[in-house]
């Protein structure tokens, strides 16, 4: 009977287990542990006393484009009269390694402001608020957290870089005597659908697109992922070539896309297929400039981030608030018939 | 038998769990099936509600501009710096979190931040297109950092346009105006334009903000259409304004369920309100988990109930047999118990062993009952019982058949020697006697005994055998043991 009672209990126990085991979902652990060497804070103007200390946490260290923002920062420092710090995570998305150094630069250091290309949207949140509403003026650049517990955030409008840039893929494909009747496919690629940067140039090339192209030319529906690896990213357009014989354009929503594109095209000659892409990488620069390639690329003005930021953070400083949360720091398209200007006012800076 | 009957018992209990288990799952089976249909039913007639109800809050947004736009309108004064003024008062009290004007010459009333937008967004050139009220698609606001969407109304005298009303509004007004006690955390509202196939959130979802653009290229190889409904289908009706507004899809493990709304002055934009379908389920299935527990304690208790009425019947059962086989006041067993063991250890017995039947009485039993009372004499039977039962332990079995005699069956094969000493040792262990009260008692006994397979061939001529003999001791003055072979 003993035996009975025991089997009966090991039923009942093991069917309310099941049910918990039906209801209760494995939480996820964070992500974001990846190690990363911290870019500690150093000076890039020439520190004097009685000046303003601004410290600027950037997201990585290590690329040009960061290199241009963080010369902004200097430029502005300089002329302005400050003294400007910049320190970063050598990896990307490490907002923990931010965290850290913003309530470093706060508390320890005695920042006078703070410039933050935030890693994270929505886990720098508190942070950012935190130092906002102690009187500490908080400026974003490159990237918007979520709510509004900060100054002023100078960044690019995505939406609007992703309009301009069908915008161009319709010229060029206009400007190669393509026909409007012709059927053909358009192929979209981006990092991953984590980044709201990407996912904006998407959306605001979907809805230019669809408003002002003619019916037969299509956006596929398959967006291509490539987590930022570049040999991913030009598999990823030799399958799209392979599997669409009709492609005609392909747009790159940010810079390892566009390189993987660049680097598939050339690869297979496809020059009658148009590229437009984000940034200006070596092999999209050489694109663009190749006589046989209608390539276009859509550069950000990161500099001016850099600038514009520390000159508002100052004036924060000094009393004058900006109206706005948001500024445009604006996009310019570089084409064939544009590109030598652009790289001798680049090669000017 | 006794072992039979546990089986049968075991055998009925499997029975009853497996009964159990199919009506179990048979109930949870339709039980399931009755959620699924009254869900997708019930489903569609709460996405309709939500549906009118989210039409409803973006009429209201709407109305709010069109009517402070027909205000100003019947004024004649046509200031617009005290339009401007009274308007900024309407901002507590109105889901718009900013309102502005703009003339006929283009000057706009309202915050540098706003001048921007307009200009940056070109919404005066587009509402200029519309026919009366115009809704911007959602944009990043200068003013607030977030996407947002501006309403412009046409301000109009005389048949004559003297300018334009706007007012921005956070993406989440739709959802909070519309919001209801009844699945508002899990009810997603966004805007959809199913040319482009893109979508912005008006709720939060979880830590993506309202206002956050997405599009369905990045997630529609992962739908999968329920019930006939294709979402591609979905998004061709959706263009085309026409029926049916309703999908069911899957989309990474979870159903959902969507309806769409048109939206008048924002073309090609339509409202989408989503449902998981699982959140209303769910709380069916929550009921059903309740009642699937209950039935499960049920069976627990059940089966504990039959656990304990088997025991309490098995001990009921052993006392039965204690009583019917034993002598309620010595605990030796009683003639029948006595017969049926000593028939069955006869038949254990190897061939050519000896064994031995002996009739025991005490000697002038009655005499003590008399002098002493009836408990004087209970105590000499158990003393008496006692000192057999320990002479023959593991020799023999004895048992009391009646007032003062006992049987006594030696299936050892012990000698007549050996019985003589142990009858000896008896004799000097009841003389001994004493009762509680401390009064001494010597007590003897008679015995007759008789030898298998010497004395008789079978057990009913044994026991004849050792009658005789007890016959015999007694006739020879009592207090002593005749052995049948020396009688006879």
């Known amino acids: 009977m003993r035996k009975i009672l025991l089997s009966a209990s090991a039923i009942l126990l093991i069917s309310v287990l099941f049910l918990c085991g039906c209801s209760a979902e494995s939480k996820n652990s964070p992500q974001n542990t990846a190690e990363s060497t911290i870019y500690d804070f150093e000076p890039v103007t020439k520190i004097k006393d009685g000046q303003k200390n601004i410290y600027v946490v950037l997201k990585v260290m290590n690329s040009q484009y960061w290199q241009d923002i963080i010369d902004g920062t200097a430029a502005a420092g300089s002329e302005l009269g400050c003294n400007v710090y910049v320190g970063g995570p050598s990896g990307e998305g490490d907002w923990q390694t931010q965290k850290e150094m913003l309530d470093r630069a706060v508390n320890e250091l005695g920042a006078d402001a703070v410039l933050l290309a935030p890693s994270d949207s929505s886990s720098l949140v508190q942070e950012t608020a935190e130092i906002y509403s102690s009187g500490i003026p908080v400026i974003l650049v490159d990237t918007i957290v979520n709510g509004e517990s900060y100054n002023t955030c100078y960044m690019t409008d995505n939406l609007q870089a992703g309009e301009l840039a069908a915008e161009e893929m319709l010229e060029q494909l206009v400007s190669k005597g393509t026909d409007e009747k012709e059927e053909l496919s358009i192929a979209i690629q981006i990092t991953s659908t984590a980044s709201q940067t990407v996912i904006d140039r998407l959306a605001g090339f979907n809805q230019y697109w669809a408003a002002n192209a003619p019916e037969n030319w299509k956006v596929l529906d398959e967006v291509k992922l490539n987590n930022g690896d570049k040999e991913k990213a030009k598999q990823n357009c030799l399958d799209f070539m392979a599997q669409y014989p009709d492609l005609k354009g392909v747009f790159g929503c940010n810079n390892s896309s566009t390189v993987g594109f660049v680097n598939g095209l050339t690869e297979n000659n496809r020059n009658d297929i148009v590229l437009v892409g984000f940034d200006y990488a070596d092999e999209t620069a050489a694109l663009v400039a190749s006589d046989n390639f209608s390539a276009s690329t859509i550069v950000q003005n990161q500099y001016s981030m850099g600038y514009e930021g520390v000159k508002d953070a100052l004036d924060v400083l000094n009393g004058k608030k900006s109206e706005y949360k948001f500024i445009d720091t604006g996009t310019v398209v570089i084409n064939h018939g544009n590109y030598r200007e652009y790289e001798a006012e680049v090669d000017k800076k | ?488």
């Open chain 2, 1 to 488: 038998m006794n072992h039979s009957r546990t089986a049968s018992h075991f055998k009925l209990l499997i029975v009853y769990l497996l009964f159990c288990v199919f009506v179990l799952t048979s109930v949870a089976a339709s039980l399931n099936r009755l959620i699924k249909r009254s869900t997708s039913a019930q489903i569609n007639n709460i996405l309709s509600l939500m549906s009118e109800k989210v039409d409803t809050a973006f009429g209201m947004m709407v109305d709010y501009v069109t009517e402070a736009a027909d205000i100003i309108s019947a004024d004649e004064t046509c200031n617009f710096d005290a339009y401007y003024d009274q308007l900024q008062q309407t901002l507590d009290t109105m889901p718009y979190s900013s309102i502005g004007l703009i003339d006929s010459e283009g000057n706009i009333y309202g915050t540098n931040g706003e001048k921007l937008d307009i200009e940056k967004q070109e919404l005066i050139e587009k509402a200029e297109l519309a026919d009366s009220i115009y809704i911007s698609e959602p944009y990043r606001s200068s003013v607030t950092g977030t996407n947002m969407i501006t309403m412009i109304a046409p301000l109009e005298r005389g048949g004559q346009k003297i300018g334009s009303l706007y007012a921005n509004y956070y993406l989440e007004t739709i959802q909070n105006l519309a919001s209801t006690n009844i699945l508002s955390e899990n009810t997603f509202v966004f805007l959809m334009n199913p040319f482009s196939g893109n979508y912005v959130s008006c709720s939060a979802n979880g830590s993506v903000p309202a206002g956050t653009w997405s599009n369905i290229r990045l997630i529609k190889s992962d739908i999968k259409g329920l019930n006939d409904y294709d979402y591609d289908v979905w998004l061709k009706n959706m263009r085309e304004n026409a029926e049916p507004n309703l999908v069911n899809y899957t989309l990474k493990k979870a159903t959902y369920t969507e309806a769409y709304v048109g939206i008048d002055g924002m073309k090609n934009w339509f409202i989408v309100i989503q449902i998981p379908l699982a959140e209303l389920s769910g709380t069916m299935h929550q009921y059903a988990w309740g009642v699937g527990i209950c039935a499960a304690l049920l069976i627990f208790a059940t089966l504990l109930l039959a656990g304990h009425l088997y025991n309490s019947e098995r001990r009921e059962n052993v006392t039965l047999q204690d009583l019917s086989e034993h002598d309620p006041l010595t605990g030796l067993y009683n003639r029948r118990a006595f017969d049926a063991h000593m028939q069955d250890i006869f038949k254990e017995i190897p061939q050519g062993d000896i064994s031995t039947f002996m009739f025991f009485d005490i000697d002038k039993f009655k005499s003590v009952n008399d002098n002493y009372g009836h408990d004087a004499g209970d105590q000499v039977l158990c003393f008496v019982a006692d000192a057999l039962a320990e002479a023959f332990d593991g020799t023999g079995i004895a048992a009391r058949i009646g007032g003062d005699e006992f049987n006594v069956f030696i299936y050892a094969p012990l000698t007549v020697a050996n019985l003589d000493d142990i009858l000896a040792n008896l004799r000097r262990n009841l003389k001994n006697f004493k009762l509680e009260d401390g009064t001494t008692l010597p007590i003897s006994f008679c015995a007759g005994l008789a030898v298998y397979p010497q004395d008789a061939h079978d057990l009913k001529f044994l026991t004849k055998c050792a009658d005789e003999a007890l016959y015999h001791a007694k006739e020879a003055g009592r207090n002593d043991h005749h052995w049948y072979h020396d009688i006879s």
